[in-house]
């Protein structure tokens, strides 16, 4: 199994830009589809973006199509979330993680330990 380990968050405001990444070692990083979740308090984890294990094929959340981008770097094993126009309620703990090509959390059994993403007004 891959051992997922996310970076890059932190404070920004509204309508600002962050770059997430999720550093991956361990075995067959290029045969896992990846996700981001996140998780704001008091609420569920939930699906935020997912890319196919060869990158050819992305999805997203209505709340964050047209503002959040995935990628993945299978020669780095590395998956990213680009995050632009920033909004408070996008503020949550953000956690990478490998498995089928799925958006349901139950579905994912790897996960990083999450980076925390605060977005203030």
């Known amino acids: 199994q891959v051992q997922l380990v996310e970076s890059g968050g932190g404070l920004v405001q509204a309508g600002g830009c962050l770059r997430l990444s999720c550093a991956a070692s361990g075995r067959a990083f290029s045969g896992y589809a990846m996700g981001w979740f996140r998780q704001a308090p008091g609420k569920e984890r939930e699906f935020a973006a997912a890319?196919?294990?060869?990158?050819?094929?992305?999805y997203y959340a209505d709340s964050v199509k047209g503002r959040f981008t995935i990628s993945r770097d299978n020669a780095k094993n590395t998956v990213y979330l680009q995050m632009n126009s920033l909004k408070p309620e996008d503020t949550a703990i953000y956690y990478c993680?490998?498995?089928?090509?799925?958006?349901?959390?139950?579905?994912?059994?790897?996960w990083g330990q999450g980076t925390q993403v605060t977005v203030s007004s």
């Open positions: 890319i196919s294990s060869t990158g050819a094929r992305t």
């Open positions: 993680a490998a498995g089928p090509w799925s958006t349901a959390v139950a579905d994912y059994n790897i």
